[in-house]
């Protein structure tokens, strides 16, 4: 039992005898309904307490994965680049560039990561199809605020 391996002063002073108490006589026997029975087995609060110490704790480890965490370096460079790729194709789409060439000056520069070409397309096309007028800045910002929104909510 779970009783003897706690300290004391959790469970107060604990004795070893039970407490000799007289159950009270039912038709049926039904000796768990008795709440005479409950009180003859020792450290009975002690277990409640137990019960609640544990539950609390586990409720509070469960929740300490839920609470927000910063965001990584890596996750900050990523949106620093997708809003420089934004404000970019903005300033483009401002300038008059087409879709066509603006896709096709990204096909020919040098990205350091694989995926990155594919995004800046992705980031061109989204920019270009919108009807915004915004100055280049703006929708860098923009851009910066919603990447790092989407990383926070995806904690």
Known sequence: MLVFLLPRQWCGPYRRERKKV???ARP????????????AIPGRGCMRRVGVILTVSLLAA???????????????QVCKWGAGMAGAAQQSKLSGTT???????????????PWMRKMAVG?????????S??????????YYDGCIQHDLARR
């Open 99 to 113: 879709l066509y060439s603006a896709r096709k000056k990204l096909q020919t520069r040098k990205f350091s990561q």
């Open 22 to 24: 007289k159950l009270m």
């Open 133 to 142: 007028r915004l100055k280049p800045a703006a929708v860098k910002q923009t």
């Open 28 to 39: 049926h026997n039904d000796f768990w309904k008795n709440p005479v029975f409950f009180q």
């Open 62 to 76: 469960l929740a300490m994965p839920a609470q927000a965490r910063d965001i990584s370096k890596n996750d900050l």
């Open 123 to 131: 980031i061109t096309e989204q920019t270009y199809k919108s009807t």
